[in-house]
């Protein structure tokens, strides 16, 4: 008995050489491997940002790791995530891989991709500042504790007249974006700008661009010089995070040819814009094909509704579909 314990401890000790705790995944741009868990150790290698670990043992704040060139070393374990963490990613990342991108932006800091909106989720990626990224969807999330936020009234004044406000947490905007290797993510909006034109981004007049879309382009030549000019579609909101609706108003900036300049051509305020907005073309028979693009508004019971509009340079209208009636505007009284 003694000599079928002595052989199975030490069957047990070698096989321990090559078993695998878990598979995790670095989430720190890069973090060093270290020979020993101590304030003084040696550096036996590096792990970069998503790179595929084994975890082996593990003590206390650190787990041991065995790289794919089978180098081993001990790592804090704040600096992975298992492999539930990175499948839902994946799965995030399959799941929103088509969606229309409502604008380009670029980031202000290095910025973690977070599995659910909110700062204390979980997250994989980082990206580093200046990165340029797709912007897909807006979401909100509850500030933690001890962050700094204006106060509610602050908030509730600057909300659009008549819009329902709830008493509660503050909160916080989030986008999903998407990176130049198609990884997505959720970030806080507030680390991402919407890279908007310079020559349109002047007419924000106080109010913070959502969305913006290329509609179509037109030929504009100025003292000799022949160019295309891009006409816009965007949509804006108050610069406050935590409304109850993407957008709230709709602005189209063509090209005057004349004067050489872009003019606002349509104006549309008080909306309970829902994103995505999208863009296309359509034919209008003698009108030829024109640009159009689709607004999600939300009425009163929450109940979202689709609006076809048309531009045919610099008139944009509605394009009704049949039986389709323009309701007239309820006046919305503050309360």
Known sequence: MLALGTAALLAGCGHGRHRVLEVAYVSAPQATLRDQVSAIYNRVGNVKNG??????????RFARVR????????????????QKTFDALQKLTQDNQNDPVQASGVLRNDTNLHLTPGRETEHLYQLAS???VSMVKRATAEKQPGIMTAPKATVQATAKAGAKTTVGPALEDWWLVRDDQGRVGWVLARMVDADVPLEIAQYAEGQRFVAFFVL??????DKGVRKNVSQYLCV?????DGLPYD??????????TRKHRYETAYREHGLDGVLPVTVGKEDFDKEGTLPIFILRVKDDAGNVS??????????????????????????????
């Open 247 to 256: 957008f709230d108003q709709v602005r189209i900036f063509t090209w005057n």
């Open 130 to 132: 200046g990165a340029k």
């Open 51 to 60: 790179e595929r670990v084994e975890v082996v043992d593990r003590e206390k």
């Open 67 to 82: 790289t794919a060139s089978g180098i081993e070393g001990w790592i804090e374990q704040r600096y992975l995530v298992d």
């Open 306 to 335: 689709e609006r076809k509009y048309k531009l045919n340079t610099p008139i944009v209208r509605r394009v009704l579909a049949p039986g389709e009636v323009i309701a007239r505007p309820v006046k919305k009284r503050h309360h």
């Open 216 to 221: 179509n382009e037109v030929p504009d030549e």
């Open 236 to 240: 804006l909101t108050s610069p406050h």
